[in-house]
């Protein structure tokens, strides 16, 4: 059965896949559409299975908060270039994630890959994509709030960075300052909501480094230890500031302070940061050799 290069066009566009290995698949197909679909399907999932081996450096940081079942979600997809990661393709993916995580509240990754989603699983779906985008799609990370107060989002960069912030006794007309409180973490990387939240050990080993410090500070070797730990612990503030939000300088005005800004407009309980592929190892490759690789792999 013959085809023309609308039957190629109207594949491509169905199945999402090349321009090459639609005609392929058509031709292989002897011009049965729904033939080639499955062709596609069966050849796209094989070269998924092979891809799972790559690794997954770029991506993006998205979130969803379902005001029906209370829920909010920060999550990190992972893809293996930047050029797909910033393409609506990859975002819708990232979006249709977030929100069964929301609905289902799986309990870490591998739970998320059993949740249903479209005709089969979420590890379905992800698989199916892969062969679609022709990239290795990986979930990385996700968390969940679950709360009755008020749940804050921001994306930075298209995804490189995200934040969510609960809050707790939320006073109507607060929410810019609640978005701005976003914003403070996004920039400004806290590790905690308020000093009473650093661990008793983190506080120790931080200690114990400005000790070193000060004894290899030559204004202050020769002093005694005892002296030397009272400027060590007053040396703590700096690190306060450094590390907890509330105690941290405002970023669009640094004679405040994030404490001073919030007031009594609400509590913040929790937040979650997360930075795209913080701690993955990324491949380093010449754009011309990646781009050549692409093209000779279409070719197959």
């Known amino acids: 059965m013959a085809f023309t290069a609308k039957d190629v066009m109207t594949l491509r566009e169905k199945s999402g896949a090349g321009m090459l290995e639609c005609k392929k698949a058509l031709t292989d197909a002897d011009g049965d559409m729904e033939k080639a679909s499955e062709l596609l399907r069966e050849r796209g999932i094989a070269k998924a299975v092979k891809k799972e081996g790559r690794i997954a450096a770029e991506g993006v940081v998205g979130a969803y908060v379902c005001e029906k079942c209370g829920a909010g979600v920060l999550l990190e997809i992972n893809c293996e270039s930047d050029f797909v990661s910033r393409g609506d393709k990859f975002h819708e993916i990232v979006d249709s994630v977030a929100k069964v995580v929301a609905e289902n509240k799986p309990a870490d990754v591998d739970a998320l890959n059993g949740c249903k989603l479209g005709n089969g699983t979420v590890k379905d779906y992800i698989t199916n994509q892969t062969a679609v985008i022709g990239e290795k799609i990986s979930i990385r990370r996700f968390v969940i709030f679950e709360t009755k107060g008020k749940i804050e989002t921001y994306i930075h960069m298209g995804g490189k960075v995200g934040v969510m912030v609960e809050a707790t006794d939320f006073k109507a007309g607060a929410e810019e300052t609640l978005h701005d409180v976003a914003l403070q973490i996004a920039a400004a990387k806290p590790s905690y909501v308020k000093s009473e939240e650093v661990p008793a050990e983190v506080l120790e080993k931080e ?94």
């Open 207 to 300: 200690k114990e480094i400005m000790l070193v410090q000060m004894q290899n500070d030559e204004k202050n070797k020769n002093k005694p230890k005892e002296i030397l730990e009272k400027i060590v612990s007053g040396k703590l503030g700096k690190f306060y500031q450094e590390n907890c939000l509330l105690e941290q300088a405002f970023v669009k005005d640094d004679t405040q302070k994030v404490s001073a800004v919030i007031g009594s407009k609400f509590t913040v309980a929790r937040f979650a940061r997360f930075e795209m592929g913080e701690g993955i190892e990324k491949k380093s490759e010449n754009l011309q050799d990646e781009v050549a690789k692409q093209i000779e792999a279409m070719k197959k």
